[in-house]
């Protein structure tokens, strides 16, 4: 297969008729990470969700391609099973349907029917995964998110992305409420996954990851776009100078989406 | 019921060869018919369900092997074969009995009227019949199974019993007697189902008396068509620390009045009510789970899920009454009706009457459609729309399901619900 390839060009979204995004432009290739950083309320996890199909979220302009299809075109479990994955900032809990249910039930459908996983090869993986996590086996058979603490919902995100090995994974927020060991253990997670297959989006506050997981790219999110974007040396200078610099070199007074000049 | 005379009622009771005493039993309830009102159902209003208009079919070919049974009876069965009752329409048709212990009774009340009067005439028709659907059950009443298990016997096996309703305007009427003495146990499963098309009615009545320590689980599988009036009345009385067990499965297609009355008489008894339904078209439910609290630290959980689909209408009520005196009892129920079209109508009445101080008890009421962002959700990992539909629904139901110890039981009712979502 070729290198992947996730595309977005001058992609605008609104929620509810009120305009998010402003024309993002961004392209990932696979083997790349690239971390998304901005103040709140600027519209980084809009991108996430949009990205994903959300059903609260209308693209009103631009296009996203993932290894050159239409991926605006797709329902949301197209998007999944052509490589898309987003680690979600507020998992939802489903009751009755147990972890591995659901993920076995994921797999498969990536597979297709004929070519399911055997029940045998799936304990393996799924063992193997939830030992890098330092996950209690319990999780396997507890109800999804039911019940889980903050942290155990975002290694849970994280266990679904390394059992369906997308392409493009975009992890949203997925370092907040998680304590510094919590913090190691995902990103040990997502180096594991790191290879020329692969894709990563990580939208954080913080540069703290990005000390546990090195990005290529840095691009700083303000007023709904991308405003400025750099290698990993950026997010060393946010993390020590903040973002007032950027907004000042750019004439930007309010950063957030809601903006008036 | 200007249809049927006194006389047709006599020759039913002489069918049995029934003692007199039950034959009088069945003419005070057919004299009272015309004057009893129906059932005051919440929210449902039965004035125009048929609960009069039937014929009695009379069956004589019978199986003796399971393989000669219809596959959508013979599917009916645990993977365990010991002991087993098939009545269609007035007769059994099948049974297997094996190994059953020394003093355990499992058999059809033509027989039990022969064999064990006494033990009848202690425990049969002891419940008033309040409405004009029980007295008719109590003037028709045509089989059902009698279950004694004596003191300190444990029946390891489940007993297993079919109630097959076929031919046109065909009604069933019958009436499960269990009797558990003392720290005995039982566990029995009873299928409801029809074969052909256009049988009206199923009036059941179950009566359970759990004795001292005694514990008894009865599931209940029914599965009639659309147009049968399926109404079945359960009851039960625990004895001091006995515990009763009742797994509803409400999945038939027409007209459902499906109650459980619960009294747990002695200290320390308990009742877990396990209740699922699921309904397609336009499937009229009204499903009831009560339980009164007389004894002392006695224990109470509903737990009850309808899934509605199409034009379906599901009202869950769930009442719990803690009387004066019960002190340290504790009383909980849950009630959820998701709703998976527009059309589709549900309703959950949570009860609690609560006459006693030191008592605790805690009701949850849901009504609500599957959440779009639960979809998102599930579809964000590849699973599409149906398929992520089906995991929530199974996942709402299995809150409940997954408690019923048969494996197979499980498996029956997953395969008749999944049956139904695809059609």
């Known amino acids: 297969m070729s290198t992947p390839n996730l595309d977005i060009r001058d992609l605008q979204v609104s929620i509810e008729d009120k305009q998010i995004l402003k024309g993002v ?42 290894d050159g299809e239409d991926l605006l075109e797709m329902e949301v479990d197209e998007r999944a099973r052509a490589g898309l994955f987003l680690a979600m900032q507020y998992p939802s809990e489903v009751s009755g349907v147990t972890n591995s249910d659901f993920l076995r039930s994921a797999i498969n ?76 253990i995902v990103a040990a997670g997502v180096n594991e996954m790191r290879s020329p297959e692969r894709g990563v989006i990580i939208i954080t506050h913080y540069q703290r990851l990005l000390n546990y997981i090195k990005p290529d790219f840095v691009h700083v999110f303000m007023q709904g776009r991308i405003v400025k974007s750099g290698g990993p040396e950026l997010a060393e200078r946010l993390e020590q100078e903040g973002y007032d610099w950027v907004k000042e070199e750019l004439g930007i007074v309010d950063e957030t989406v809601g903006h008036k000049v | 019921m200007s249809a049927f005379s006194r006389e047709q009622i006599t020759q039913l009771s002489q069918s049995q060869s029934e003692p007199k005493w039950a034959l009088e039993k069945r003419l005070e309830a057919f004299a009272a018919i015309e004057n009893l009102p129906l059932p005051k159902l919440e929210k449902t209003n039965i004035d125009r369900w048929n609960f009069s208009q039937f014929q009695l079919h ?44 020394q003093g355990v009774i499992f058999t059809s009340f033509a027989n039990a009227f022969q064999q064990h009067e006494t033990l009848l005439k202690k425990y049969l028709f002891q419940q008033e019949t309040a409405h ?25 096996l489940p007993l297993q019993t079919v109630f097959w309703l076929a031919g046109e305007e065909a009604a069933i009427f019958p009436h499960i007697l269990v009797v558990a003495e003392e720290n005995s146990r039982v566990e029995i499963v009873a299928n409801f189902l029809d074969t052909d098309a256009g049988a009206a009615l199923s009036n059941s009545v179950i009566e359970t008396y759990v004795g001292q320590g005694a514990k008894v689980q009865i599931a209940t599988v029914s599965q009639f068509g659309d147009s049968v009036v399926d109404v079945m009345d359960r009851f039960a009385q625990v004895g001091r620390d006995g515990d ?108 609690l009457l609560i006459d006693e101080n030191d008592v605790t008890a805690g009701h949850a009421a849901s009504v609500g459609r599957i959440d779009p962002l639960t979809l998102f959700y599930l579809m964000s990992r590849g699973i599409s729309k149906n398929e992520a539909s089906k995991l929530i629904i199974r996942g709402f139901l299995d809150t409940v399901i997954a408690d019923i110890p048969s494996a197979a039981l499980r498996a029956s009712i997953h395969e008749t619900i999944e049956g139904k979502f695809t059609s």
């Open chain 1, 25 to 66: 432009n961004l392209s990932v290739n696979g083997g790349e990470i690239h971390a998304i950083m901005g103040p709140n309320g600027t519209g980084k996890s809009t991108l996430a969700s949009a990205l994903m199909g959300h059903p609260k979220y209308e693209v009103t302009g631009g296009s996203v391609t993932i």
């Open chain 1, 109 to 184: 459908a990536k597979r297709g029917e004929g070519n399911e996983i055997s029940l045998m090869k799936f304990i393996r993986e799924m063992d193997k995964q939830m030992d890098v996590l330092e996950m209690d086996e319990s999780f396997a058979t507890r109800y999804l998110n039911e019940g889980f603490s903050g942290g155990e919902k975002k290694r849970n995100e994280i266990l679904q992305m390394m059992m369906l090995k997308p392409r493009f994974s975009i992890l949203d927020e997925i370092d907040s409420g998680l304590d510094i060991d919590a913090l190691k």
């Open chain 2, 58 to 101: 009379q069956v004589d070919a019978t199986f003796s092997q399971p393989e000669q049974l219809p596959v959508e009876v013979n599917r009916l069965f645990l993977e365990d074969h010991s002991n087993i009752l098939v009545q269609k329409n007035d007769a059994v048709v099948y049974q297997t009995q094996k190994a059953l212990q």
């Open chain 2, 132 to 156: 004009r659907i029980s007295a008719i059950h109590q003037a028709f009443m045509q089989g059902g199974v009698f279950v004694y298990v004596p003191r300190n016997v444990t029946v390891e």
């Open chain 2, 244 to 351: 009763m067990e009742w797994i509803v499965a409400d999945l038939s297609d027409g007209r459902i009045i499906s109650k459980s009355t619960t009294n747990l008489e002695g200290a320390g008894g308990h009742v877990d009510v396990k209740s699922v339904a699921f309904g397609a078209n336009e499937m009229r439910s009204n499903i009831t789970s009560e339980i009164f609290h007389f004894g002392t630290h006695t224990t109470s959980d509903i737990q009850a899920r309808s899934v509605m689909k199409d034009k379906a209408t599901s009202i869950l009520n769930s009442i719990t009454k803690i009387e004066k005196g019960a002190s340290k009892s504790d009383g909980q129920q849950t009630g959820k009706v998701l709703m998976l079209d527009p059309e589709a109508r549900g309703d959950a009445n949570p009860i």
